[in-house]
């Protein structure tokens, strides 16, 4: 199974927002392409990506865009592939217009959509769709998540001293 993902933005200001998505997939060893390519300014472009994107190797689309964010519904629209939309926090509504975009999808063609800005979650959720069928993945995955519960529990045990020390 291909385990390859693309990541594409409507804008590339987008990008610095967009980031944690792509170092999540670094941290988990997730091979990835990054494009930008906008529904509504170069929707040939966003056309042939989505129509290619299994025949590329593509296991699932992370699709981030801002203000009205069609992106990830008209991926969607082209592929069965996976899209998970990561809506932009942009334009005078802060991102809840590109949230509801995505969030609001027609029947019969679904998308994933993480919180407004949520790339790093957008990364995870893609890298749980891999370690399905993926052991690698999975376990590099897991051991993710045990380093950052083990975050947790430092953080709980130096407040917890801290309190102590100050007789609370």
Same mark, same amino acid.
């Given at each position: 199974m291909?385990?390859?993902?693309l990541i594409v933005m409507g804008s590339d200001s987008d990008a610095p927002s967009l980031e944690a998505a792509w170092q999540v997939l670094d941290e988990l060893g997730i091979p990835y392409d990054v494009r930008v390519a906008s529904a509504h300014r170069t929707p040939g472009v966003v056309h042939a990506l989505a129509t290619g994107a299994r025949e590329a190797g593509y296991a699932a689309i992370i699709a981030a865009a801002g203000i009205a964010a069609h992106l990830a519904g008209v991926f969607a629209s082209l592929t069965t592939l996976p899209v998970i939309a990561v809506p932009m926090p942009a334009g005078t509504l802060g991102g809840m217009d590109a949230l509801l975009s995505s969030v609001q999808m027609p029947p019969g063609v679904p998308i994933a959509?993480?919180?407004? &800005?949520? *790339?790093?979650?957008?990364?995870l959720f893609v890298a749980a769709i891999l370690a399905v069928?993926?052991?690698?993945?999975?376990?590099?995955?897991e051991a993710q998540r045990r380093a950052m519960a083990a975050?947790? &529990?430092? *953080?709980d045990a130096r407040l917890r001293a801290k309190l102590a020390a100050k007789g609370t």
């Open positions: 291909p385990s390859k993902i959509s993480m919180g407004i &800005g949520g *790339a790093k979650n957008a990364g069928t993926d052991g690698a993945i999975a376990e590099r995955l975050k947790v &529990g430092e *953080a």
